[in-house]
């Protein structure tokens, strides 16, 4: 099995930046897709950005394009969201995912972390 470790989240301002790190361990990722996803209070888990393991392509939800920037370090098996202009709309927990497929839906994904908080203030 892969775990999936999320760090990085806290309160931040309105219009301030926060990167967020998943660290994966266990099994290899191999050529599954690497996702953050979010979820608000009130509100069901939502697709934030993808990435794959091996290759560049990337992916965002229309939330968060142009603002959020998914990446990876194949040397420490992590994966990386910096999220920048950030709004209070984006306070969420932040939940790292890892899949088999190229998808943007949630149920797709089998291996989850625990979550970060991450706090805007306006």
């Known amino acids: 099995q892969v775990q999936l470790a999320e760090s990085g989240g806290g309160l931040v301002q309105a219009g301030g930046s926060m990167r967020l790190s998943c660290a994966a361990s266990g099994s290899s990722p191999g050529s599954y897709v690497m996702a953050w996803f979010r979820q608000a209070p009130g509100k069901e888990r939502e697709f934030a950005a993808r990435?794959?393991?091996?290759?560049?392509?990337?992916s965002y939800a229309d939330p968060v394009k142009g603002r959020f920037t998914i990446s990876r370090d194949n040397t420490k098996n992590t994966v990386y969201l910096q999220m920048n202009s950030l709004k209070s709309e984006d306070t969420a927990v932040y939940y790292c995912?890892?899949?088999?497929?190229?998808?943007?839906?949630?149920?797709?994904?089998?291996?989850w972390g625990q979550g970060t908080q991450v706090t805007v203030s306006s």
């Open positions: 990435i794959m393991w091996t290759g560049d392509d990337t």
């Open positions: 995912a890892a899949g088999p497929y190229l998808s943007s839906f949630s149920r797709w994904y089998t291996y």
